[in-house]
């Protein structure tokens, strides 16, 4: 990870329901600002597509999942019935706030750890979000987090000098990955 994000503490907000940053340095609570990714999905959001936002949230999940958990299958199986317009949105809050509890665990002592699976979780879990735009920005973070703690795992040697831009390119490639696929969807 860039040292830049190093100092970075994720907590998990419960009045608004999502993962917040803050600098551990500072204290203070990291402004994140609209990247292409997120302005494409808020673009979507207000064309009121909100179908396509849960497909992308759920493109990433299996952009990083490859061993589903059974709750992570209830959640995904739950995200698709979302999509083919089969669930209520009670529904999608109930499953949403019964994982509540365990996200906050997953925040941490996974995310925190740097565990793989944990914002592979996260990302899931997000997928359900009844707020379908907070839902897919969410993914979509979770997905570059993960990418980077893959990277940052990965036990090929990397020289120091350009560790730091590698782990860059990898997000960049993350971002890439996911405007193409939110292209993708628009064009449909």
């Known amino acids: 990870m860039s040292t830049d994000k190093q100092n970075l503490i994720y907590i998990y907000d419960t009045d608004r329901q999502k993962i917040i940053m803050i600098n551990g340095e500072t204290g203070e609570q990291v402004d994140t600002k609209d990247d292409r990714v997120t302005a494409l999905i808020k673009h979507l959001n207000s064309d009121n597509r909100s179908i396509l936002l849960r497909k992308f949230a759920v493109w990433c999940v299996q952009q990083i999942n490859d061993d589903l958990k059974p709750i992570q299958k209830k959640i995904l ?56 735009l907070e839902g897919a920005i969410q993914a979509a973070r979770f997905h570059r987090v993960w990418a980077e703690i893959m990277h940052k795992n990965d036990k090929e040697p990397v020289l120091k000098e350009v560790k730091a831009n590698a782990t860059k390119d990898i997000v960049h490639k993350v971002e890439q990955q996911q405007t193409d696929y939110l292209l993708d969807l628009m064009n449909k």
Do not use: F, H, M, W
């Not at 089969?86 to 809050?93: P, S």
């Not at 509540?100 to 944990?118: F, P």
């Open 77 to 132: 199986e739950l995200a698709e019935k979302a999509i083919q317009q089969q669930a209520t949105e009670k529904e999608l809050r109930e499953l949403y706030e019964e994982t509540e509890g365990t996200a906050i665990a997953t925040d941490t002592v996974g995310l925190r750890q740097g565990e793989e699976s944990a914002p592979a979780y996260l990302a899931a879990r997000e997928c359900i979000n009844p707020d379908v």
